[in-house]
């Protein structure tokens, strides 16, 4: 039988590394002889991906923008189709915004409509919808004890497509094991950890230099470079109080990543949604979350500045 090559591409983060490992596990059991090719995406590749070729010859595309021609394509982002107006196929594209992780879309479909479910990844499904909802307290974050979290976390720092794909790598092999508690967190992670836990102190003291709080419309705004990524939680820790956070960050492959957040602590009834307000410039997320990926710093001052100027005034709307 000659083998099968098997592309998947995932988001870029603990979610979709999670839908990729458990895919992969879906599809070595599936087929005897196959090959698994792993592909990190982000938005920056938004612009361009439908005349992307994909690789393989079946291809999955996991919570990340519709691809025409993926054999298979699961996302929850409410922006996933970028656009797409044409017909899905109900056995191959599974979409659907409610879901608050790729990774438990992938966990119920897999079962519902392909009779399959592998209970030993359980518990990562279970911390990736946790993660990717930030359904934590921000104790659990600071603290940082559970080994999905110490992942997560090591995600700020030095995140490039050979650790992601090697991380995912270690998914589909130790499954739940890898973040059990009889075990000992991967040399690779651990070391990104250590420095990322080291580097918490310096990257707080330098957002609070940085952040600006603005009272009146609750909304923190600042600029740092990625490593602000280690302490994403900062803005909800010095300023309880606000709604929004709005910043840019500089990125290592010098591009620039505009972040527009609520406080997942303290959310009003009625928000904005910021992922259909990041998708008008490019980017894309969920209702309470968003991002945009830009090329130049003055151009991701002028989004931010947009951005800012339309959460006051409509949320100033909203309160009234």
Known sequence: MKEKQVAIYFHRDFDGMVSAALIADYVKKKWSEVQLRLFPVGYSHKINWREIPLRGDVSFVLDYIFHPQATYWFDHHQTGLNGYDGPLDPNRHFFNPEKTSCALLIWEVLYNTFNYRNLNFQNLVKWADKIDSAQFSLEELI???????????????????????????????????????????????????????????????????????????????????????????????????????????????????????????????????????????????HPRVGAITVNTASEAQSISEKIISFLKKNESGVRS
């Not at 992942?151 to 991380?167: K, Q, R, T, V």
């Not at 820790?237 to 505009?258: A, K, Q, T």
């Open 143 to 285: 603290n940082c004890e559970e080994k999905a979290l110490k992942i997560h976390l090591s995600l700020g720092i030095e995140a490039d497509n050979a650790y992601l794909i090697e991380l995912t790598r270690l998914f589909i092999h130790y499954q739940d094991y890898l973040i059990s508690s009889q075990t000992h967190l991967p040399l690779i992670v651990w070391w990104r950890f250590e420095k990322a836990k080291k580097m918490r102190t310096e990257v707080m003291e330098e957002f609070k230099k940085k952040a600006i709080f603005d009272p009146e419309s609750k909304m923190v705004f600042f600029t740092m470079s990625q490593d602000f990524l280690i302490c994403r939680w900062a803005p909800y820790y010095f300023y309880p109080e606000c709604l929004y956070v709005v910043g840019i960050l500089f990125m290592r492959n010098g591009r620039y990543m505009i972040i527009v957040n609520t406080n997942p602590w303290r959310q009003s009834k009625q928000f904005i949604n910021l992922g259909a307000l990041c998708a008008s410039y490019g980017g894309g997320g």
